[in-house]
């Protein structure tokens, strides 16, 4: 069955190398009991480890049922250790968080096989236990325990069992039991490897085997009656060619549900710790979420207010755009008229609506009430072209205008100052002293930055020239252009126009400016999106480090459930079982702490809505990036410790203290 030759292998402890086995050779027919003894230190142990592959040769050759596995990679031996062998330790290494059933079905999980659970029983059942099957293994006596291990090394109906000193850690009573169940094994035709240390229980075996030094010192067959059928051994050789030709990484769907399974079950083990590091990824989705929800409030805050401004609008006003709080020299500014607002609308169709405009402060009386606020003198299409015509009341009047009439339209603010929010329309207030009547109020627009576009008062700019504000010109000229994309020809029309009726020489070039409306709106929605991604990447460093913390949980994690891996390794589970178990874990932890995160991130919009009086909106595509962003995160920072832990040597976890 089992066929050495010259075997060898040596481990390094720094620069000091010790020699553990020396060019062994060795048969084991199928059906032998076979002892392997020696004292510490002669090499038993590893030999057991190589003839489970656990380990592997530094020279020589292996092969088990005539196929040379000594070259195999570390998932084909995997996928050999889970169908060919049973292992029986002498710690009896049960994962001490589930119950004896759930340890018993750990190799049929690795395998990817069906009603686990009947199949687990039924092994459970032969070692006469069934009646313990829901205990942890801290509630099993030490020969309870082994008699699990042994249900779980024969639940895959193994070729061979090997057991590593399996009655080294029981009583009398406890040792006979599990020594009559390894002959038991063996009269049916089990093939038993056993390291021991104790002349007695070598005397159980058919063979044994004494080494010392690295080497065979004896070998002495008790007897030669084995049950071998060589049916069985054919079979068993199609059976192991079939296995390595259908070696694969991919996770089979009872895998993975038991991967998910045991994740969770080794997460609330853990319970604060776990949350600890749940809070990480919970307020940075929940900061991340919250600032972009500050970031679209604050855009879409941005878009109403500038739909006040109107479309396609031109702004055009005497003086240099470029001087900014200092007096202007004489001449240096264009004085505009009535008559230019005439000679632009005339450029149409280029030019859609145009409208002249003056501006100064002033105070508005009512009644016992009074309030200091702009007076705006606008044109008869300022309201289309400003959106301002109001929907509380009515819009001025062509013949307003060529008489000069007193009448007003008065902002949401001014209301609220001198009305107490009555209804203003067809009241008389004081204007500069001057009596108006109220027609009409502005739609809301709200405030920008530190201007409130609702503290105004509109009356006709014929009036406010001539009866308020003693102007004899405009302050500015809206124009409307037809379509977006005659902007630059507008201006550059407009540009000469005012150049040519003004007589303005090139040295006066900076007389006036033309100011493109969209171009504010631009840099407006510019600077708002960069505070947006500037919010957002200050949160999103917040959920960095709770994927820091996350690996660092589960680099702990790896450290303390070394030896569980070790086992897992032992019992079939490849590299690929070992780290989608871990990733599930890191993944399991931010997607919950992603999903409590969105929770705290929408209350936070909300409450910075409702209580600080922000715009805010929180979006579909905050939630979805989000999200991604926080499993991103737990596959990531997930993605080393896996690696880390299933790169372990089976043989130095088991070993791990």
Same mark, same amino acid.
């Given at each position: ?212 030094? =690295?080497?065979? #010192? &004896?070998? !002495?067959?008790?007897?030669?009656? *084995? ?5 069985? $051994?054919?079979?068993? /050789? ?58 679209? =409030?604050?855009? #879409? &805050?941005? !878009?109403?207010?500038?739909?006040? *401004? ?5 702004? $055009?006003?005497?003086? /240099? ?24 609308r005339k450029l149409s169709p280029i030019v859609n609506k145009t409208c002249g405009y003056v501006s100064g402060g002033g105070q508005v009386v009512y009644g016992n009430e009074n309030w200091g606020t702009r007076i705006e003198g606008v044109g008869y299409d300022y309201g289309q072209m400003r959106a301002s015509i109001p929907e509380v009341g009515r819009w001025f009047e062509k013949s307003e205008y060529a008489k000069r009439d007193k009448v007003t339209i008065i902002g949401f603010t001014v209301v609220e100052k001198l009305f107490n929010n009555k209804n203003p329309i067809g009241q008389t207030i004081k204007i500069n002293r001057i009596n108006f009547r109220v027609i009409g109020v502005i739609p809301e627009k709200g405030a920008r930055g530190f201007h409130d576009q609702d503290d105004v008062v509109c009356i006709p700019v014929t009036t406010a020239m001539h009866r308020v504000l003693g102007k004899d010109y405009l302050d500015a000229i809206y124009v409307e252009v037809s379509e ?174």
């Amino acid at each position: 069955m089992i066929e050495l030759k010259n075997i060898s292998k040596t481990y390094f402890n720094g620069k000091v190398s010790v020699e553990a086995l020396k060019d062994i050779s060795l048969n084991i027919k199928t059906g032998e009991f076979v002892a392997i003894m020696g004292p510490s230190g002669s090499g038993k142990s590893t030999l057991l480890h190589l003839l489970g592959f656990l380990d592997r040769p530094d020279k020589g050759t292996y092969k088990i049922l005539d196929n040379e596995i000594s070259k195999l990679s570390d998932d084909e031996l995997a996928i050999l250790r889970n169908n060919l062998c049973g292992f029986v330790f002498q710690q009896f290494h049960l994962l001490r968080r589930v119950d004896a059933l759930e340890n018993i079905e750990l190799p049929l999980i690795y395998a990817g096989k069906k009603q686990i659970k009947d199949k687990a029983l039924k092994k459970l059942e032969a070692v006469g236990l069934a009646s313990r099957q829901k205990h942890n293994p801290n509630e099993l006596s030490g020969g309870e325990q082994q008699r699990v291990a042994i249900a779980r090394a024969l639940v895959n109906e193994p070729l061979i069992i090997f057991a590593d000193e399996p009655t080294g850690n029981l009583d009398t009573k406890s040792e006979e039991e599990i020594i009559k169940i390894l002959k038991e094994l063996n009269d049916q035709g089990k093939t038993i490897i056993m390291v021991t240390h104790e002349n007695e229980i070598a005397q159980h075996a058919k063979r044994i085997i004494r080494m010392r030094d =690295g080497e065979i #010192e &004896s070998d !002495e067959t008790k007897n030669n009656n *084995l049950k071998q059928q060589k049916d069985n $051994i054919k079979n068993a /050789s199609i059976s192991i060619n079939r296995l390595l030709s259908s070696s694969h990484s991919v996770i089979a769907k009872v895998e993975f549900i038991e991967h998910v399974k045991q994740s969770f079950r080794a997460i609330f083990a853990n319970k604060v710790r776990s949350f600890l590091s749940v809070l990480g990824i919970l307020f940075g989705v929940g900061a991340v979420i919250a600032m972009l929800a500050l970031g679209q =409030g604050a855009q #879409e &805050s941005l !878009e109403a207010n500038m739909k006040s *401004l109107g479309s396609n609008l031109l702004y $055009i006003r005497g003086g /240099s755009a470029k001087i900014r709080g200092a007096a202007q020299g004489t001449g240096s500014v264009t004085r505009f008229t009535m008559s230019d607002v005439e000679a632009i609308r005339k450029l149409s169709p280029i030019v859609n609506k145009t409208c002249g405009y003056v501006s100064g402060g002033g105070q508005v009386v009512y009644g016992n009430e009074n309030w200091g606020t702009r007076i705006e003198g606008v044109g008869y299409d300022y309201g289309q072209m400003r959106a301002s015509i109001p929907e509380v009341g009515r819009w001025f009047e062509k013949s307003e205008y060529a008489k000069r009439d007193k009448v007003t339209i008065i902002g949401f603010t001014v209301v609220e100052k001198l009305f107490n929010n009555k209804n203003p329309i067809g009241q008389t207030i004081k204007i500069n002293r001057i009596n108006f009547r109220v027609i009409g109020v502005i739609p809301e627009k709200g405030a920008r930055g530190f201007h409130d576009q609702d503290d105004v008062v509109c009356i006709p700019v014929t009036t406010a020239m001539h009866r308020v504000l003693g102007k004899d010109y405009l302050d500015a000229i809206y124009v409307e252009v037809s379509e977006a994309k005659y902007t630059e020809e507008a201006k550059e029309d407009i540009s000469v126009l005012i150049k040519n009726r003004h007589k303005l020489y090139s040295q006066n070039d900076d007389s006036f400016h033309i100011r493109d409306m969209s171009e504010i709106q631009d840099m407006l929605s510019a600077t708002t999106q960069t505070m947006s991604m500037l919010l957002g990447s200050i949160a999103a460093i917040s959920l960095l480090v709770g994927g820091i913390g996350i690996m660092n949980i589960m680099l702990v994690s790896v450290t303390e459930r070394t030896r569980e891996i070790g086992l897992r390794k032992a019992i079939g589970a490849r590299s690929v079982d070992i780290m989608t178990q871990f990733l599930i874990e890191a993944v399991v932890m931010t997607v919950s702490g992603g999903l409590m995160g969105i929770i705290l991130g929408t209350g936070m919009a909300f409450a910075l809505s409702i209580f600080a009086g922000w715009s805010t909106k929180v979006s579909l595509f905050s939630v979805i990036l989000a999200t991604t962003f926080s499993i991103a995160v737990g596959v990531g920072f997930g993605l080393w410790p896996a690696r880390k832990a299933a790169r372990l040597n089976p043989i130095e976890a088991l070993r791990y203290e």
